[in-house]
């Protein structure tokens, strides 16, 4: 968890808002829930997250979490607030949103209840931009010659490892991408 910079908190705002305006047109959600929603301090993870985009946490000593005022803050993923993984953003943070309304499982409900937002694309972003954070991370790519396949890792590969696709030793190529 970070302290957001003044323009993260206004790129955050505005993707909230969004956000609610779009669950405003969902018509199951109450005003008043998503009144509540807009309460609720939204922050960021820290740059070297790689597992998870976003989290909800709640506030200490709450047990059974069920209304956004039992909310903490919301945390994004700091690189998603860029104009090119905004439909992403979006999606993280209702994802985020409908565990604040009180679905703190991943089960059926609260997969039907994800599963309304309109975008079905901006979902499958979501691997997308992991590989994205793992490429920045990776020291090596290991690099297929016959494919051009390029797997980011951290440690070389030194001749023991193939390429998934057609089986060619791989390549270590040191990976200039790299934070
Ligand atoms: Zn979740
Ligand atoms: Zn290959």
Not at 4 to 26: A, G, K, Y
Not at 28 to 52: C, H, M, P, Y
Request: glycine content about 4%; hydrophobic content about 35%.
């Amino acid at each position: 968890m970070a302290k957001p910079s003044t323009s993260q908190s206004i790129e955050l705002n505005s993707l909230r808002d969004f956000v609610i305006e779009v669950m405003d047109s969902m018509e199951i959600w109450s005003k008043d829930k998503l009144t509540s929603l807009t309460e609720i301090d939204l922050g960021v993870l820290r740059k070297n997250a790689t597992q998870r985009h976003g989290v909800t946490r709640w506030k200490k000593g709450v047990l059974k979490p069920s209304v956004p005022e039992q909310v903490e803050v919301i945390d994004l993923h700091p690189r998603l607030l860029s104009e090119k993984w905004k439909p992403y953003a979006a999606w993280v943070m209702h994802h985020e949103f409908v565990h604040a309304l009180g679905y703190t499982a991943h089960d059926s409900t609260f997969r039907s209840l994800e599963s309304l937002w309109p975008s079905e694309k901006s979902s499958q972003m979501g691997s997308e931009f992991t590989e994205m954070l793992r490429k920045e991370k990776a020291s090596w790519l290991w690099v297929c010659s016959t494919c051009n396949k390029e797997y980011p890792r951290q440690k070389a590969s030194r001749g023991r490892y193939l390429c998934r696709i057609c089986r060619t030793v791989l390549q270590d190529i040191p990976n200039k991408a790299s934070q």
